[in-house]
Protein backbone atom coordinates (compact mmCIF):
# COMPACT_ATOMS: atom_id res chain seq x y z
CA UNK A 1 0.00 0.00 0.00
CA UNK A 2 0.95 3.46 0.14
CA UNK A 3 2.20 5.39 3.22
CA UNK A 4 2.39 9.17 3.27
CA UNK A 5 4.58 11.02 6.06
CA UNK A 6 4.64 14.47 7.46
CA UNK A 7 7.77 15.77 9.03
CA UNK A 8 9.27 19.42 9.56
CA UNK A 9 6.55 20.73 12.09
CA UNK A 10 7.49 21.69 15.24
CA UNK A 11 6.90 25.40 17.67
CA UNK A 12 7.92 28.64 15.53
CA UNK A 13 7.47 32.15 16.63
CA UNK A 14 5.16 34.89 15.00
CA UNK A 15 6.49 36.34 12.02
CA UNK A 16 8.82 33.45 11.59
CA UNK A 17 9.48 30.33 8.78
CA UNK A 18 8.82 26.28 8.29
CA UNK A 19 9.08 23.98 5.98
CA UNK A 20 7.06 20.68 5.75
CA UNK A 21 7.62 17.77 4.09
CA UNK A 22 5.59 14.92 2.79
CA UNK A 23 6.76 11.63 1.02
CA UNK A 24 4.93 8.66 0.05
CA UNK A 25 6.27 5.41 -0.52
CA UNK A 26 4.99 2.30 -1.51
CA UNK A 27 4.23 0.50 -4.85
CA UNK A 28 3.45 3.92 -6.45
CA UNK A 29 3.23 4.70 -10.49
CA UNK A 30 2.03 8.16 -9.94
CA UNK A 31 0.38 10.63 -8.07
CA UNK A 32 -1.93 13.43 -9.54
CA UNK A 33 -2.68 16.28 -7.38
CA UNK A 34 -1.23 16.73 -3.35
CA UNK A 35 -2.96 18.55 -0.76
CA UNK A 36 -1.88 20.65 2.52
CA UNK A 37 -4.61 20.61 4.84
CA UNK A 38 -4.53 21.33 8.69
CA UNK A 39 -6.71 21.07 11.29
CA UNK A 40 -6.93 23.43 14.15
CA UNK A 41 -8.43 22.62 17.72
CA UNK A 42 -12.08 22.65 17.52
CA UNK A 43 -12.24 23.55 13.68
CA UNK A 44 -13.00 21.57 10.50
CA UNK A 45 -10.29 20.57 8.54
CA UNK A 46 -9.23 23.26 6.10
CA UNK A 47 -7.61 22.84 2.71
CA UNK A 48 -4.63 24.96 2.98
CA UNK A 49 -2.63 24.37 -0.84
CA UNK A 50 -3.48 22.47 -3.73
CA UNK A 51 -0.33 21.45 -6.57
CA UNK A 52 -1.04 19.60 -9.61
CA UNK A 53 1.87 17.10 -10.97
CA UNK A 54 2.27 19.93 -13.83
CA UNK A 55 2.99 22.23 -11.20
CA UNK A 56 -0.22 24.93 -11.18
CA UNK A 57 -0.86 25.61 -7.58
CA UNK A 58 -3.88 26.87 -5.38
CA UNK A 59 -4.08 28.54 -1.77
CA UNK A 60 -6.54 29.50 0.91
CA UNK A 61 -6.72 32.74 0.79
CA UNK A 62 -5.54 33.42 3.94
CA UNK A 63 -2.20 31.84 3.34
CA UNK A 64 -1.83 33.68 -0.19
CA UNK A 65 1.78 35.39 -0.24
CA UNK A 66 3.03 33.39 2.81
CA UNK A 67 2.80 30.22 2.32
CA UNK A 68 4.13 28.40 -0.83
CA UNK A 69 3.58 24.47 -2.28
CA UNK A 70 5.95 22.84 -3.90
CA UNK A 71 6.59 19.10 -5.27
CA UNK A 72 9.46 16.71 -6.31
CA UNK A 73 7.80 14.31 -8.58
CA UNK A 74 10.80 11.84 -8.44
CA UNK A 75 10.99 11.88 -4.77
CA UNK A 76 7.48 11.72 -4.73
CA UNK A 77 7.48 15.06 -1.91
CA UNK A 78 5.39 17.56 -1.69
CA UNK A 79 6.38 20.51 0.69
CA UNK A 80 5.00 23.80 2.08
CA UNK A 81 7.30 26.77 3.03
CA UNK A 82 5.51 29.22 5.65
CA UNK A 83 6.66 32.28 6.18
CA UNK A 84 5.32 35.07 8.15
CA UNK A 85 3.87 32.92 10.30
CA UNK A 86 0.30 33.65 12.72
CA UNK A 87 -0.51 32.56 16.03
CA UNK A 88 -4.15 31.39 13.74
CA UNK A 89 -1.56 28.95 11.85
CA UNK A 90 -1.55 26.64 14.72
CA UNK A 91 -3.07 23.33 13.78
CA UNK A 92 -2.22 19.88 12.57
CA UNK A 93 -1.12 20.06 8.66
CA UNK A 94 -1.82 16.91 6.78
CA UNK A 95 -0.70 15.91 3.60
CA UNK A 96 -3.46 14.34 1.42
CA UNK A 97 -2.75 13.08 -2.42
CA UNK A 98 -4.10 11.08 -5.09
CA UNK A 99 -2.10 8.28 -5.78
CA UNK A 100 -2.24 5.46 -8.38
CA UNK A 101 -0.43 2.05 -7.22
CA UNK A 102 0.89 -0.83 -9.05
CA UNK A 103 -0.81 -2.86 -9.75
CA UNK A 104 -4.00 -0.53 -10.40
CA UNK A 105 -4.83 1.60 -12.89
CA UNK A 106 -6.88 4.15 -11.17
CA UNK A 107 -6.32 6.82 -8.65
CA UNK A 108 -7.18 6.45 -4.67
CA UNK A 109 -6.91 8.83 -2.26
CA UNK A 110 -4.27 9.04 1.02
CA UNK A 111 -4.18 11.20 3.91
CA UNK A 112 -1.03 11.48 6.31
CA UNK A 113 -1.06 11.30 9.91
CA UNK A 114 -0.16 14.99 10.40
CA UNK A 115 2.20 16.92 11.64
CA UNK A 116 1.41 19.65 14.63
CA UNK A 117 2.62 23.11 14.07
CA UNK A 118 2.49 25.90 17.18
CA UNK A 119 3.16 29.02 16.16
CA UNK A 120 3.58 31.20 19.82
CA UNK A 121 5.86 33.72 21.29
Known amino acids: QVQLVESGGGLVQPGGSLRLSCAASGSILSINTMDWYRQAPGKERELVAT???????NYVDSVKGRFTISRDNAKNTVYLQMNSVKPEDTAVYLC???????????????WGKGTLVTVSS
Open 51 to 57: ITRGGTT
Open 96 to 110: NADVMVAPTSYYKNY
